[in-house]
């Protein structure tokens, strides 16, 4: 008897979870068979983007151009803060759940065709659910963001044309080893020979240029083939593509995103001869890109900026882009981590811009609690008083908003969890 399949995008996910005994099982055979069986293929010229830290919002930088410049787009990034749907965008907007429930459909069938049928993670099936979604759909171009690593990624069942690497720092240390050489070398596995890779961290590990040149990817390196520098207000790029002059500073905050806009105009002027974007659609992509949860300042008082950072690296890069804010009185942190991350890391790198910390329980095996937060920042130096715990992020942020007054700072962090939960609160 056929195991009855579920009715709504919901009952969906909720099935996904239970394909796999493991919520994550690195490799590309059994999704590479699945694939097969599909008998889908993207006609399209592939960007796929990885990196630590940096690849959501490159990704999302890559695919607005795209679109200002005319082109049909097809655009896979994860995790969702808000809603699945957010993760497989057609122009720039997330596809409907009757678009994803015909795709998930599509990947059963295929998936059950096998004798076992092949048990698929949940990244794993959503993945070729965006992949057949793509190919019904044939945009001019697709946009892949990686999920972990590269090298037995799902996503990296596909060869792109132009293969990007944003950044290499220490995270997901179970799955991709614990030096940056290790990790560098499983991201450099979505280079391929012959093609172009772009490399968007100033100090790559030997590990990703040893791979480039073994299989004969050419790469370019941000600072020495290509790079921004600052013009006044604006900024100029050089590279591939030829040099782009009164650059716009990018719509997402940071200073750290001139480096990760740089890197998406590389991979746009890798791709020239087929797609050719012209710098009229590289100013306004810079103009209208969006992607929330990453230095995200809501409007209104008190200000409140919301970022996904859960590592040291992009935990830093936060910190710094706090500093080039104005003065506020007090800073609120509402900080919720999972417990596999380098928490001291983190609280290490943002304590100097923080007064106070409301520290929240995750939900699910891997959230840390309040008090294992509590631990962590008592460990880093924070005193007992500037620190309340709290069931969970609704919580911390509405006790936040209670206790903030309007020239005060509520910063919101440490996960995508932490991020949506707030956003969820927020109404």
Known sequence: MPHARPADLGDWLA???????NAIAMGLARVGGVLSRMRLALTCPVVTVTGTNGKGSTTAMIETMLRCAGYRTGRYMSPHLMRYNERVAL???????????????????????ADPPTPLTYFEFGTLAALAIFAQAAPDAVVLEVGLGGRLDAVNVVDPHVAVLTSVAIDHVDYLGTSREDIGREKAHVFRA????????PDPPASVIGHARAIGAHLHRIGIDYGAAGEGAQWRYYGPGGPRYGLPVPALRGAFQLGNAATAIAALGCLRDVLPVPASAIRDGLVRVELPGRFQVLPGRPTIVLDVAHNPHAARAFADALGGMGFHPRTTAVFGMLSDKDVGGVIAAVAPSVDRWHAATLPGARGATGAMLQERLSANGVPAAAVRTFPDVAAAYRAALDDATEADRIIVFGSFLTVAAALAARG
């Open 15 to 21: 099935y996904l979870e239970t394909l796999h005994p």
């Open 91 to 113: 122009d720039g907007v997330a596809v409907d759940d009757a678009t994803l429930l015909a795709a998930f459909h599509a990947v059963e069938d295929a998936r059950v065709a």
């Open 194 to 201: 012959g093609r172009a890779a772009v490399c968007g961290d």
